[in-house]
C-alpha cells in the first residue's frame, strides 16, 4: 500500500518552499513578489504538515502536525486575495482589510484552542487495499467549516472571477499571464480542495492532491516565459531538483512495495534494488532534465552589447541597401526569432511604405501615409507593442497591425523623417518582447535608419550619374551618327554641285567615254554614301546590342577564326586610301581549345579594342610623329591551370596616363581628346592629301566599359589592362575554354 497523499504533499512541501525563496529574494522589492513568496511558502507548510499528520503514529502527534498544517491552509485564501488585486491593479481596501482581520481570528484560534478549528482527527481510509490508513481532520471544529466555505471556497472563486473579467480587457501579454496563472491555480486550490472531502464524511481519496506540485510547476512556466511579477528569477535548479527528488523518490517507494508485495523478505531486496538503480540513475536524470527545462522553459539568452557593436561595425562598411537589411533581418533571426519580419521603406513617388526584404512572407505590404500606424509613430517616435494597453483602445490601429500580423511596430527615424518602419511577429517561442528587447530594438532603429539613408542618398547619386552618363552615351551617338552622315552629305554635295554630274549627263552631245568616266564616278561616290549610312546604322545596332545583349546557345568557338573575321573588318573600315595602314598581327599558339563563348560577342570585343589601338597609334602620331615600326598585335595563349584562353591586344600608340588608369572602363570615358583637336588633325591630314573629309581619323567602337561589361558578364571572363603612357597598351582578356557543362 502506498501513501499517495503524502508522497504528494511532501513533493509539494519541497518545491513550494525552494520557489518561495527564490521568489522573495529576488523580488523582495516588488510588493507582488513578497505576497507571492508568503502564499508559495504557507502552501509548503501546508504539505510539510499534512505529511507529517498523515504518516504519524498516534492521535496527538496528527493532531498537532494538521494544527502545523492548518497555520499555513488558513492564510492561503487572504494572501491569494491580495495577489489577485495587486496584479489586476484593483484597489478594495476596506474588503481586505476585512479579511485579513477574520483570517487573523482563525489562525490565532488554530493555535490556542483545540474545539474551535480542528475539533478532532480519526483514522481513515483503514479499510483500502490501495492507499494506507492516514489520519484526517473529522470532524472539523465550527470555525474550520466557516473557513472552508467562506474563506477556500468563497474567496478563491470571487478571485478566479475578477481574473476572467480582467482577461477580457487586458492586453494580450497580460492575458498570458492570467491564462496560465488561473490555470495553474485551478489546479492547486480544486486538487487540494479535495483534501476537505474526508472533512466533511466523505469516504473518498484525495487522489487528485497531486494537481498542488504541479500548479508550482505552471506558475514557474509564468514566471519565466510571461514575466507574472516581472522578475527574472533563475529556477531552473528548482524545477531539476523538485522533479529529481519526485522521480527518485517513486523509483523507492514503487520498487520497494513491489518487491514486498511479491517477495518474502523483499522489503530489504527492494531497498537494495532501489539504491541500485538510483545511484546509476540520478545522473542521466538530471541531465536528461536540464536539457527538457532548457528547451521548453529557457530560450538562450544573447549578448545585446554585443550584437548592438557588432551590427553597427557592418553597417558602417556597407553601402549596399540589400546587403543592410538582409543583415538585420538575419541579426533579428538568430537573436530574437521572431515568426516574422517586415522591413518597409517609404515610397515617395506612391507615397506609401513599401515591403523591401521579409521572411515568411509572400505578398508585398504597402501601408499609407495616412493609416492609424504611421500617424502614431510619426507623433511619438516610440515602438508601438501590441501589448501595450495604452493602445488597445485604439480599434483601427489594433486592427491594422492584426492584418500585418505585427506584434512589434519599430519607426526607423532620421532628423524626424520616418523614412521606414520594422514590423516584427510574435517570437516561435511564444515569448513576450520583454524592456531588454525593446531597449535593443529602439538602438537597432536608430543605427539602421542613417545606414540606410546613407545607402539612399549613394543610390540617389547613382541615378544621377546615370542620367549624365546617359546624355554622355546621347553625345557619343549623335557625334558619331553626325560625323558619318556629314560625310554622306558632302559626298552628294560633291555629286550635285562640285562636279555637276546630273547636268553633264544631260548634255546630249557628251560622248559614249566621258559618259561612262562620270557613270563610274557617280558609282563610286554611291557607294561611299551607301557605306556612311552603313556606319551610322553600325553605330546605332552596337549600342542596342549592347544594351540587349544578343540570345542563343553558347557553343565551343574557333578563337583563331573569329579573330581573323573581327581583323578583317576593321582593316576593311578603318584602312583608308590617305591614311597610314597600321599592321595588325595575329599569333596564335598550337593546339588552342575551343573558348566557351559566341562567335559576334567575341568579333565585338575584338572589333571595339582593335579600334581603340588603332586611334592610339594615330594619335600618338599627332602628338610625337610617325613611327613606321607602330604595329598591334593579338597574342593567343591556353592557361591550361585556370582553364581560360588568354588574348592579349597589344598596340605601341600613346598609352594610358596614370592618372586615368582607375577611369578607362567607367561610362563613355575617352582618352582621345577633344574633338578640336581630332578636327585640327584631320584638317592638316586632308589639307596634305588633297582629299576630303570622309577620310578623318575618328573612333568606330564602342566604350570600354561596355566591352568590359560583355566580357565579364556575357562571356564569363575577365578583362584587364596593363600601360606606360606614350609606349602603348595592353588589353588582356581571359575566357573560358569550352567545356560540355555550364553553370
Not at 592579349?648 to 577611369?663: A, N
Request: aromatic share 10%; proline share 2%; with cysteine.
Amino acid at each position: 500500500m502506498i501513501q499517495l497523499y503524502g508522497l504528494s504533499n511532501l513533493i509539494g512541501a519541497v518545491t513550494n518552499s525552494t520557489i518561495a525563496l527564490f521568489v522573495y529574494f529576488k523580488g523582495r522589492h516588488s510588493k507582488l513578489s513578497k505576497i507571492w513568496a508568503f502564499f508559495t511558502f504557507c502552501v509548503a507548510i501546508y504539505g510539510f504538515g499534512a505529511y507529517m499528520a498523515v504518516t504519524a503514529q498516534n492521535y496527538d502527534s496528527a493532531f498537532f502536525w494538521w494544527q502545523v498544517s492548518y497555520v499555513g491552509v488558513i492564510l492561503l485564501p487572504a494572501l491569494f486575495l491580495h495577489f489577485v488585486l495587486s496584479f489586476l491593479e484593483i484597489k478594495k481596501p476596506i474588503l481586505l482589510n476585512v479579511v485579513y482581520v477574520i483570517t487573523f481570528l482563525i489562525w490565532i484560534a488554530n493555535i490556542v484552542s483545540k474545539n474551535l478549528f480542528i475539533g478532532h482527527v480519526s483514522l481513515l481510509f483503514t479499510d483500502s487495499r490501495i492507499y494506507k490508513p492516514a489520519w484526517w481532520v473529522y470532524p472539523p471544529g465550527p470555525l474550520h467549516i466557516f473557513h472552508t466555505l467562506i474563506l477556500y471556497f468563497g474567496l478563491l472563486t470571487y478571485a478566479m472571477i475578477l481574473l476572467i473579467k480582467s482577461y477580457r480587457s487586458a492586453s494580450r501579454f497580460k492575458q498570458n499571464q492570467i491564462k496560465y496563472f488561473s490555470i495553474a491555480m485551478i489546479l492547486g486550490f480544486a486538487g487540494g480542495g479535495t483534501s476537505y472531502l474526508p472533512c466533511f464524511g466523505i469516504n473518498l481519496y484525495p487522489v487528485f492532491n497531486i494537481t498542488v506540485p504541479l500548479y508550482t510547476f505552471i506558475i514557474a512556466y509564468t514566471i519565466i516565459r510571461h514575466q507574472l511579477m516581472d522578475i527574472s528569477v533563475v529556477i531552473k535548479k528548482t524545477l531539476v531538483f523538485a522533479s529529481l527528488f519526485a522521480i527518485v523518490l517513486g523509483i523507492f517507494i514503487g520498487i520497494t512495495l513491489i518487491t514486498q508485495e511479491l517477495i518474502v523478505g523483499g522489503k530489504i531486496l527492494g531497498l537494495a534494488i532501489s539504491s541500485i538503480i538510483i545511484i546509476f540513475a540520478v545522473r542521466p536524470l538530471e541531465d536528461f532534465l536540464v536539457k527538457v527545462t532548457d528547451k521548453y522553459l529557457f530560450q538562450k539568452k544573447y549578448d545585446y552589447k554585443q550584437i548592438l557593436k557588432s551590427f553597427i561595425d557592418e553597417v558602417i562598411t556597407v553601402l549596399s541597401l540589400d546587403r543592410i537589411l538582409e543583415s538585420t533581418i538575419d541579426l533579428l533571426n538568430k537573436t530574437l526569432h521572431p515568426k516574422n519580419v517586415d522591413i518597409l521603406l517609404f515610397n515617395k513617388h506612391e507615397d506609401k511604405y513599401v515591403s523591401y526584404k521579409a521572411i515568411k512572407r509572400n505578398e508585398i505590404l504597402t501601408v499609407g501615409n495616412d493609416a492609424q500606424l504611421i500617424l502614431l509613430l510619426k507623433s511619438t517616435n516610440e515602438i508601438i507593442s501590441m501589448e501595450s494597453s495604452e493602445y488597445l483602445s485604439n480599434k483601427s490601429l489594433t486592427k491594422e497591425m492584426e492584418k500585418l500580423k505585427a506584434e512589434l511596430i519599430i519607426p526607423l527615424t532620421l532628423n524626424d523623417d520616418l523614412i521606414g518602419v520594422m514590423i516584427l511577429g510574435k517570437k516561435k517561442s511564444d515569448e513576450e518582447y520583454n524592456k531588454e528587447d525593446i531597449d535593443i530594438l529602439t538602438d537597432l532603429a536608430r543605427t539602421e535608419a542613417i545606414a540606410i539613408k546613407n545607402s539612399q542618398v549613394l543610390n540617389e547619386l547613382a541615378e544621377q550619374k546615370k542620367v549624365a552618363d546617359l546624355g554622355k552615351m546621347m553625345s557619343f551617338l549623335s557625334h558619331n551618327i553626325n560625323n558619318h552622315l556629314g560625310r554622306a552629305r558632302n559626298r552628294l554635295q560633291t555629286i550635285m554641285y562640285t562636279e555637276d554630274v546630273v547636268n553633264k549627263l544631260k548634255d546630249e552631245n557628251l560622248s559614249y567615254d566621258k559618259r561612262k568616266d562620270i557613270a563610274e564616278k557617280l558609282s563610286q561616290h554611291l557607294d561611299l554614301v551607301d557605306k556612311y549610312i552603313e556606319a551610322s546604322a553600325s553605330v546605332v545596332k552596337k549600342a542596342r546590342d549592347f544594351a540587349k545583349p544578343s540570345q542563343g546557345a553558347f557553343a565551343s568557338l574557333n578563337v583563331e577564326k573569329s579573330l581573323n573575321t573581327a581583323i578583317d573588318m576593321v582593316k576593311e573600315l578603318k584602312y583608308k586610301k590617305s591614311v597610314r595602314q597600321i599592321p595588325i598581327y595575329l599569333e596564335i599558339e598550337k593546339g588552342i581549345p575551343g573558348a566557351n563563348a559566341k562567335e559576334e560577342d567575341l568579333r565585338e570585343v575584338t572589333i571595339a579594342i582593335l579600334d581603340n589601338a588603332m586611334d592610339a597609334i594615330r594619335m600618338k602620331e599627332l602628338q610625337l610623329g610617325k613611327d613606321e615600326s607602330d604595329n598591334v598585335k593579338v597574342k593567343v595563349a591556353h592557361l591550361k591551370n585556370a582553364n581560360q584562353i588568354e588574348i592579349r591586344f597589344i598596340d605601341t600608340g600613346i598609352g594610358i596616363k596614370p592618372e586615368d588608369k582607375e577611369s578607362i572602363f567607367l561610362p563613355y570615358f575617352t582618352t582621345k581628346g577633344s574633338s578640336a583637336l581630332y578636327e585640327s588633325f584631320a584638317r592638316r591630314k586632308e589639307i596634305e592629301s588633297g582629299n576630303s573629309q570622309e577620310d578623318k581619323v575618328v573612333g568606330t567602337g564602342l566604350g570600354l566599359d561596355l566591352v568590359k561589361n560583355l566580357v565579364e558578364n556575357l562571356m564569363k571572363g575577365s578583362m584587364r589592362i596593363e600601360s606606360e603612357y606614350k609606349k602603348g597598351a595592353t588589353f588582356i582578356v581571359n575566357i573560358p575554354v569550352w567545356s560540355e557543362t555550364r553553370i
